[in-house]
């Protein structure tokens, strides 16, 4: 069964929780990972690949550019 | 019928001894920053390097490998003469043609042992690990000089942000020959050609030839997607060599992988899983990334640090552009 996009956020916030150390609740889908997270190309990186295993999809890596904000990565993530 | 002698060699093999050669000149984060518009601080957090080493001008990529070569020959107990094949792990060899083993083993007073190139960047010296432990176990050769070096300073580019910076020039040699117990795994190798464009020259030789304005050819890579492969798919190459030796992870000492980028090593150890006890080498902050001598250098390094002693079973895993990777358990010299 799909997840919901509430299910995506949570799960999504917990790896960037994981990779930074930023608290879940500041992951919320209007924030730019890049300009309000400060995460940088290597971590952006990481996060993608550990939600590629946590959602079993495939985000390539010449899409990643395009994940600007959590949103962004989570309407793509429910959506694959 | 006629049969045909085949040779048989040594069951085991065993790194005999170890040299390297830094670059003579140690390049500070500072010296870069400004053609690529960055900071010390940035470049610390980006890839772990504080300093590089770099040689001058008129140091060949063969006087590092020479220096190293030496040294690791003297230190195995034998002569140039013992050497029976030389391999030249290089992509910064400023010529097609002759390769760059040749001119190496004449000039270390080797001649005539075979001698060849392999093209294999930053795998390279586990590539050639692999060869040489094959070389001795069939009888092709009784000691085989390892050789991985590289002037990666010939071939940057100071206004490049992708991987010019990391790049140091040094050379590591080990000689490999028999042993009364197993000194070597079994390597573990491969390649993913389809990942071809992520690391390389800027154009190609013709190229230059042919459009006339084309840059002199330096280095570049797509850095991130370079990150998430390395990180994340040679963790398993890794624990494939563990494996392969027979042996757990516990019972690796020291993990010394291609020094690439730290955030790169801090990465693997996570997805490898290794024990908390394993010694991690991080030349690479002191050295930079020096493709293929970065694993040797990073094994010298440990060893004249007291981090590990001569008889510690080490992971040793090159990867790069290619794509190419291979790994091996190893006893260090």
């Known amino acids: 069964m799909a997840l919901s996009k509430d299910e995506v956020l949570a799960g999504l916030a917990e790896i960037v929780n994981e990779e930074t150390d930023i608290d879940v609740a500041e992951v919320t889908a209007e924030k730019s990972f890049t300009d309000d997270l400060d995460i940088d190309s290597l971590s952006m990186m990481t996060i993608v690949t550990l939600a590629e295993e946590k959602f079993d999809v495939r985000i390539p890596d010449e899409k990643v550019k395009d994940l600007v904000t959590v949103g962004d990565a989570v309407d793509y993530i429910a959506n694959a | 019928m006629t049969t045909l002698n085949v040779r048989r060699g040594a069951e085991f093999t065993r790194i005999l001894g170890l040299g390297v050669a830094r670059g003579e000149n140690l390049v500070p984060n500072d010296d870069l920053i400004e053609p690529i518009n960055s900071s010390d601080e940035w470049i610390r957090k980006m890839t772990g390097i504080a300093t590089r080493v770099r040689a001058g001008k008129d140091t060949s990529v063969i006087d590092l490998s020479e220096r190293a070569a030496r040294d690791a020959i003297a230190q195995a107990g034998l002569e140039p003469s013992d050497i029976d094949a030389v391999i030249l792990s290089t992509i910064t060899f400023p010529h097609i043609t002759p390769g760059g083993a040749p001119v190496l083993a004449d000039r270390i007073g080797a001649t005539p042992a075979a001698a060849f190139d392999i093209s294999a960047a930053c795998a390279g010296y586990c590539y050639g690990i692999g060869q040489a432990d094959a070389l001795v176990r069939s009888g092709a050769a009784r000691h085989v000089l390892v050789v991985g070096a590289e002037k990666m300073s010939d071939f940057v580019d100071p206004a490049d942000r992708s991987i010019s910076y990391l790049l140091g020039d040094a050379a590591g040699a080990v000689v490999i020959g028999a042993s009364e117990t197993a000194g070597i795994g079994p390597t573990v190798w491969g390649s993913d050609g389809g990942g ?35 990180s994340f798919k040679m963790a398993p190459v890794a624990l494939q060599a ?86 091996q358990v190893v006893v260090l010299p």
């Open chain 2, 242 to 327: 563990i494996e392969a030796a027979g042996v757990a992870p516990d019972d690796i000492q020291v993990f010394i992988p291609h020094q690439a980028n730290v955030r790169i090593i801090d990465q693997m150890v996570k997805q490898i899983g290794l024990p908390e006890h394993v010694v991690v080498a991080k030349d690479i902050v002191d050295s930079g990334n020096t493709s293929a001598a970065s694993i040797p250098l990073a094994t010298e390094r440990v060893l004249r640090d007291g981090d590990a002693r001569s008889g510690d079973l080490a992971l040793q895993i090159g990867f790069g552009a290619g794509l190419v990777y291979a790994a």
């Open chain 2, 196 to 230: 071809a464009e992520l690391i390389g020259q800027t154009s190609s030789w013709l190229d230059v030839r042919d459009n006339p304005g084309t840059p002199f050819p330096t280095l570049r890579q797509e850095g991130p997607s370079v990150f998430k492969w390395a």
